[in-house]
């Protein structure tokens, strides 16, 4: 549904843009109906920016992406806005997104003003209602309050709930969990869980690989702006190919294993290079397992 | 005993009245001991790390004492805490890495420090150096600007600095939840070897990542609206918890190892309750499955076997 072919991205940097930074470099993904997929890595390593180049944020260096087979790329107004009603983004800090001087709901109205003007008032407070209980938020103890009395779970669920006002096709969730308290994560990692039932394609960014572990069923591991290692999520996460993954692996704090049982140093790794050259390419080790080859 | 905390009372003034933030803490520290403090998001976990070392304007000392290497804390006292600040207890703060002051180069900001407590910046130049060799950076990051040095830098930056007097006591407050897996180890394991090396004795490392703090702690406490639930060493807590409400907290975690496919966890329903005007009895009884009719009484805390102690009316 959803699919990167050989993406690039360089941005500007320096004094007047004088120097460039590849920060994702020759990125092929594809997101089924009804799938969530994982984009782990470092901080640094490429994650936000292609959320942000599917949500056309930030244009695309090279290559393109598609939907349902046609190039997203939008021109103009009216063409961004057909695109956002099929993808929305959703991003780690919960209360960026609100204007605390207004009511949260008021998130709710601004996609009725711009996508739903002839809807008559009765029937959109059934439809918020409706998404509200769809991500299991109780309307009557989150209408009508302002940002600063929900918590970061509630606020990022109704975030979640504006998305599906929209009838999306693809949710794009950048680090929604971490800011999240431990009690709350579980509750919207299951609703993710549940979106992919009503068949939602999820880009699922984050650097917490226990995350990423529970909720897709495929993952893709980033380094320096290129994709390391692919795959079913238990192959990777079983049998990881790629001193990367293997390194970060080790890192994860896990209840059944603490970091001192393992004696293993962390693996060596090749120095970040040129990022302007093609990155290795991915070789089939297994079925469903990609690895990038040695440098 | 390093620290010998007795029935503490915090609470903080607000138009409504008094939040009771910290509502009858106690817990002891043993010298070297790392205690990991875990719970939801307004348990009063940073109440109880600012109260041993600073009270805000709002923050009021209700009652409790804090006793530190046999000496009682002037908690109310923001004076007489003042001498014992960084060189005795000392904080990293909850966002401390976005807290530098982004106009000062870290070496100036540190001889500034150094100087408001009456010290020489040079004396402690090479000891300064080498901490910071220690934690993988070089005396080059002096000359840099906070904006100049990645999240993992800055944290690592603020530890060396916060422990560069060897305090007795170093509160560690979400001192990774910033950072990817790979700096939190790092930071984490840092904290280890300063207590091995002897710049801190004890440490209490606040958290809401329980995994995490199992990696470094000798003790877990487990805290619920602004009263220590829980607490037993770390391999207890994790393999056999008894409080209600920390089994909770542990079967919500996602891990790595294990496979899911389409297996759900359970999360915790309900809210913690308002501290505002905390609930008579257990404050866990209206999301605890267990409660019942004796739970509307205040329960006591047993000890479950030496070192576990528990606050639930069903621990036995
Ligand atoms: N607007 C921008 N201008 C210049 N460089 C940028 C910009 N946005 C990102 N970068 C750089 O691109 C690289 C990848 O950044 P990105 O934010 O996508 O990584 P990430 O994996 O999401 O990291 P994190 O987990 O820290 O958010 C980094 O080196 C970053 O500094
Ligand atoms: N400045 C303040 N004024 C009023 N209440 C506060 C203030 N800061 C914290 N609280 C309240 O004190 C309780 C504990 O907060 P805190 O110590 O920040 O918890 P944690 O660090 O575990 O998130 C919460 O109920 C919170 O709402
Ligand atoms: S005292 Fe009762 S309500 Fe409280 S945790 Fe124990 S069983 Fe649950
Ligand atoms: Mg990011
Ligand atoms: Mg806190």
């Given amino acids: 549904m959803l699919e990167l072919k050989h993406v690039w991205k360089s941005y500007r940097i320096g004094a007047l843009g004088s120097k460039r930074l590849t920060a994702v470099r020759d990125v092929s993904i594809d997101i089924a109906p009804g799938e969530v997929l994982s984009v782990v890595g470092e901080s640094g390593s490429g994650k936000t920016t292609i959320g942000k180049m599917v949500l056309q944020l930030t244009s695309v260096t090279r290559g393109e992406i598609l939907l349902d087979g046609e190039d997203v790329t939008a021109h103009g107004h009216a063409e961004r806005k057909a695109y956002y009603r099929k993808v929305q983004g959703v991003f780690q800090d919960p209360f960026s997104s609100y204007n605390p001087i207004f009511k949260a709901d008021r998130i709710f109205e601004t996609v009725r003003e711009s996508y739903f003007p002839g809807v008559k008032r009765a029937e959109w407070t059934a439809r918020v209602e409706d998404v509200l209980q769809g991500v299991r938020l109780d309307p009557g103890s989150v209408l009508d309050k302002y940002p600063h009395q929900l918590s970061g779970g509630q606020l990022q669920r109704m975030l979640i709930a504006r998305a599906l006002l929209l009838d999306i096709k693809v949710l794009v969730a950048d680090e929604i969990i971490s800011m999240l308290d431990a009690s709350t994560r579980i509750d919207v990692l299951n609703l993710l869980g549940e979106l992919k039932e009503r068949g939602l394609g999820v880009l699922f960014i984050t650097h917490d690989l226990s995350l990423a572990n529970y909720i897709s069923e495929r993952v893709v591991i980033m380094r320096h702006g290129a994709v390391v290692e692919a795959g079913a999520t238990g192959k990777v996460f079983t049998d990881p190919r790629h001193p990367y993954s293997r390194n970060l692996l080790a890192s994860v704090p896990q209840l059944h294993r603490k970091w001192s049982d393992g004696t293993a140093e962390p693996e060596a790794l090749e120095p970040d290079g040129d990022r302007d050259v093609a990155p290795p390419p991915l070789t089939e080790v297994d079925e469903h397992h990609w690895v990038a080859a040695a440098p | ?316």
């Avoid at chain 2, 998001?41 to 009270?55: M, P, V, W």
């Avoid at chain 2, 542990?250 to 496979?259: K, R, S, T």
């Avoid at chain 2, 257990?282 to 047993?302: K, Y």
């Fill in chain 2, 1 to 316: 005993m390093t620290l010998e905390v007795a029935d503490l009372q915090v609470h903080y003034r607000t138009l409504k009245g008094d939040v009771r933030a910290l509502d009858g803490v106690s817990f002891s520290l043993a010298d070297g001991e790392i205690v990991g403090l875990a719970g939801e998001s307004g348990c009063g976990k940073t109440t109880l790390g600012k109260s041993l070392i600073r009270l805000d304007g709002r923050m009021r000392h209700v009652g409790g004492t804090a006793v530190l290497d046999g000496d009682e804390l002037p908690i109310g006292d923001d004076k007489a805490m003042n001498a014992r600040r960084w060189k005795e207890v000392s904080i990293i703060p909850q966002y401390s890495m976005s807290a530098l002051n982004p106009t000062r180069k870290i070496g100036k900001m540190i001889a500034e420090l150094l100087r408001a407590r009456g010290k020489s910046y040079r004396e402690f130049k090479d000891e300064l150096v080498r901490r910071l060799e220690l934690v993988g950076l070089t005396e080059k990051v002096l000359d840099n600007y906070p904006i100049e040095l990645s999240g993992g830098m800055k944290q690592r930056v603020v530890m060396v600095l916060s422990t560069l007097l060897d305090p007795s006591l170093l509160i560690a407050d979400e001192v990774t939840s910033a950072l990817d897996v790979t700096n939190q180890r790092a930071v984490a394991e840092t904290l280890v070897r300063f207590r091995d090396m002897g710049f801190v004795k004890s440490m209490i490392v606040v958290t809401h990542d329980l995994s995490l703090v199992y990696q470094i702690a000798d003790t877990i406490m487990v805290m619920y609206a602004g009263r220590i639930v829980e607490k037993a060493p770390a391999e207890t807590i994790i393999k056999s918890p008894k409080h209600p409400y920390t089994r909770a907290l542990i079967g919500a975690l996602p891990e790595v190892g294990l496979e899911y496919g389409d297996e759900r966890l359970q999360s915790i329903p309900g809210k913690p309750p308002h501290l505002l005007n905390p609930p008579t009895g257990c404050r866990f009884r209206a999301r605890c499955p267990l409660a019942s009719e004796e739970c509307e009484a205040e329960p006591p805390t047993v000890t479950v076997e030496a070192g576990h102690e528990v606050s639930c009316w069903k621990a036995n």
